[in-house]
C-alpha cells in the first residue's frame, strides 16, 4: 500500500514556466514533507520541506504547498530552468519507535524544462 | 568533502554468491538507511540504524542484512544473491529526530545474472 504517491509519472514544462509537482499521502502521523531532486547516476538531494503545522514554505524559486485536509502538498518552480530537469521524489516524515525519523517516498515525477 | 562515501559504483554479481554494499558517512550522523530504487517504485527502505549498535527493519529486508559496529559505517550485505535484487542502492544518513531530511551517497548500480 503506497503512503505516499505521485501519480504523475513525467512533466514537460517551456522554461520561464512555472512547474508544478504533485503528491498525496495517506497517513496522518506524518509530520514532516520533503521534496527531493535527482540527476542521473547521482543520490538525491535535499530541496525543501515543510512542518505538518504549517501551509507554506518558500525558499527561492521553490515553493512547497501542504493541504491536510486534502492530504496534498505541491512545489511549485517558478521560472521553470532548464537545469531543473530532473526527477524529484517527495518524501514524507514520521517518528520511528525508538527515536529517529524515516522517510517515505513517492514513487517520483521526471521534470523536463524545454527551451 | 564531508558526505557519505558509497562503494563499489557498480557491480555485476553472479546469482547465489554474496556482496556486501560498503557505506561510510563522515559527518557523525547518529541516523543510516540503506534504500533501493527501483523504477515505478520509488525508493524504498530496506534496513536503517537510528544509533551505533542498533539495527532495524525497513519495508523491503528480505534478503539482506545489516550492522553498524561504529557510527561512521554502516555495510548492507546480500547473502545470497537473487536477480530480484538488481537496483540502484543508496546509504543515506540524517541526524536523529532531524526533519531537515537525509544525505544521500551517489549510490550503488547492482545487477545480478
Known amino acids: 500500500d503506497q503512503q505516499v504517491k505521485q501519480n504523475s509519472p513525467s512533466l514537460s514544462v517551456q522554461e520561464g514556466r512555472i512547474s508544478i509537482l504533485n503528491c498525496d499521502y495517506t497517513?496522518?502521523?506524518?509530520?514532516?514533507f520533503l521534496w527531493y531532486k535527482k540527476y542521473p547516476a547521482e543520490g538525491p538531494t535535499f530541496l525543501i520541506s515543510i512542518s505538518s503545522i504549517k501551509d507554506k514554505n518558500e525558499d527561492g524559486r521553490f515553493t512547497v504547498f501542504l493541504n491536510k485536509s486534502a492530504k496534498h502538498l505541491s512545489l511549485h518552480i517558478v521560472p521553470s530552468q532548464p537545469g531543473d530537469s530532473a526527477v524529484y521524489f517527495c518524501?514524507?516524515?514520521?517518528?520511528?519507535?525508538?527515536?529517529?525519523?524515516?522517510?517515505?517516498f513517492g514513487t517520483g515525477t521526471q521534470l523536463k524544462v524545454e527551451l | 568533502i564531508a558526505g557519505i562515501t558509497q562503494a563499489p559504483t557498480s557491480q555485476i554479481l553472479a546469482a547465489g554468491r554474496r556482496m556486501t554494499l560498503r557505506c561510510t558517512q563522515d559527518?557523525?550522523?547518529?541516523?543510516m538507511y540503506w534504500y533501493r530504487q527501483d523504477l515505478g517504485l520509488g525508493l524504498r527502505l530496506i534496513h536503517y540504524?537510528?544509533?551505533?549498535?542498533?539495527?532495524g527493519k525497513g519495508e523491503v529486508p528480505d534478503g539482506y542484512s545489516v550492522s553498524r559496529a561504529n557510527t561512521d559505517d554502516f555495510p548492507l550485505t546480500l547473502a545470497s544473491a537473487v536477480p530480484s535484487q538488481t537496483s540502484v542502492y543508496f546509504c543515506a544518513s540524517s541526524e536523529t529526530g532531524a526533519t531537515g531530511g537525509y544525505t544521500f551517497g551517489s549510490g550503488t548500480r547492482l545487477t545480478v545474472v
Open positions: 559527518m557523525r550522523h547518529n541516523a
Open positions: 540504524s537510528n544509533t551505533a549498535g542498533t539495527t
Open positions: 497517513n496522518s502521523m506524518f509530520d514532516y
Open positions: 518524501a514524507a516524515s514520521e517518528l520511528f519507535t525508538g527515536g529517529g525519523n524515516k522517510l517515505t
